[in-house]
């Protein structure tokens, strides 16, 4: 079957991507471990020792990037429905986290202790329905923002993409009552005509 228009022009931007080049050259599984890199070097989430888990993490640029800050005294615990090849020093559970078996398999692998730092890059399949597509996308949302408020250290982070459209406000309305700072981040890595962004926020209200 011959390539759309729209494919082949997707496929010229993403060969042509100097992340997705600049991905290649320094051995990361993806653009998108420069859009952690660039919040971390502005907002110094990850140290070494710390306990980190990654939401969403497939294809593993993100783990990639938390485990080489946290070292080999930190832990990362990455999980994601699609299959990821190994990453050195991440704890990889294929699940999927919207399920209470998930959600069971994250807290098992935790076990008891509190994170640092929950990161989610989570995105829902897209099906062409803006609407429909939006609505899954802050559901995501919610699902990790539940679970930082419960599972976070009282000084932890979590940092999330999120999609601007419906809902968003509300989310963003939501996230400040249930966290004691809320910041916004556009990493230069991310697509300027995208619109995801990332929220970072610290100090979960644990009675919220």
């Known amino acids: 079957m011959a390539r759309s228009k729209t494919s082949k022009a997707w496929m010229h931007e993403h060969v042509t991507d100097v992340y997705v080049q600049r991905a290649k050259a320094q051995g990361y599984r993806s653009r998108a471990a420069f ?3 660039e919040i971390d070097a502005r907002d110094r989430l990850l140290r070494p020792g710390q306990t980190v ?3 969403g993490a497939a294809p593993g640029g993100w783990s990639q990037v938390a485990a080489a800050k946290v070292g080999r005294g930190g832990r990362v615990i ?3 429905l699609l299959p990821m090849d190994p990453v050195a020093g991440v704890t990889f559970l294929q699940q999927d986290f919207t399920t209470d078996e998930g959600l069971a398999a994250v807290e098992a692998a935790l076990g008891g202790a509190q994170a640092d730092v929950v990161l989610s890059d989570m995105a829902p399949n897209i099906s062409g329905i803006s609407v429909a597509d939006q609505a899954r996308s802050i559901h995501l949302c919610e699902l990790a923002v539940d679970f930082a408020v419960n599972h976070l250290r ?3 982070v979590l940092l999330m993409k999120a999609f601007q459209g419906a809902g968003f406000p509300e989310l963003l309305a939501g996230l400040r ?3 004691r700072s809320v ?3 556009k990493p230069d890595a991310s697509r300027g ?3 995801e962004m990332y929220l970072l926020a610290r100090g979960p ?3 919220a």
């Open 78 to 80: 990455a999980v994601d």
């Open 183 to 185: 910041a916004s981040r």
């Open 53 to 55: 888990i990654d939401l």
């Open 154 to 156: 009282p000084e932890g």
């Open 193 to 195: 005509r995208s619109s």
């Open 205 to 207: 209200r644990q009675s």
């Open 35 to 37: 859009k952690l890199l």
């Open 177 to 179: 009552r249930r966290f």
